[in-house]
Nanobody, 126 residues
Framework: QVRLVESGGGLVRAGNSLRLSCAAS????????MGWFRQAPGEERKFVAT????????DYADSAKGRFTISRDNAKNMVYLQMNTLRPEDTAAYYC???????????????????WGQGTQVTVSS
């Protein structure tokens, strides 16, 4: 079983930055591909970023490219999402997700992930 707990959300003004963290309670964090998704009210959950088990491969949604950076620290069982130049349209609940896959696997679809956190709210004011 994998338990994921997100933190770091909050209320910020447009143009500012936030760093989200996701702590994984699992003995084999280095065998998990990790992802970040977000969901605004009334919308379906959308892909933001993903990182392979080793951290060597990443992928981003077009909306995140150039502004967001996903990273991980396998020694600490942590994955991060650095979000810069935030916009009001980035407002959403952000979720951390995991799947037991190694190599360069970087899934973009929510249904490809097996484990989810409870989410952390990010609100960007204009």
């Amino acid at each position: 079983q994998v338990r994921l707990v997100e933190s770091g959300g909050g209320l910020v003004r447009a143009g500012n930055s936030l760093r989200l963290s996701c702590a994984a309670s699992v003995r084999t964090f280095g065998s998990l591909a990790m992802g970040w998704f977000r969901q605004a009210p009334g919308e379906e959950r959308k892909f933001v970023a993903t990182i392979s088990s080793s951290g060597g491969t990443t992928d981003y949604a077009d909306s995140a490219k150039g502004r967001f950076t996903i990273s991980r620290d396998n020694a600490k069982n942590m994955v991060y999402l650095q979000m810069n130049t935030l916009r009001p349209e980035d407002t959403a609940a952000y979720y951390c997700a995991a799947i037991r896959r190694t190599s360069t696997y970087v899934p973009r679809r929510a249904e490809q992930y097996d484990y989810w956190g409870q989410g952390t709210q990010v609100t960007v004011s204009s």
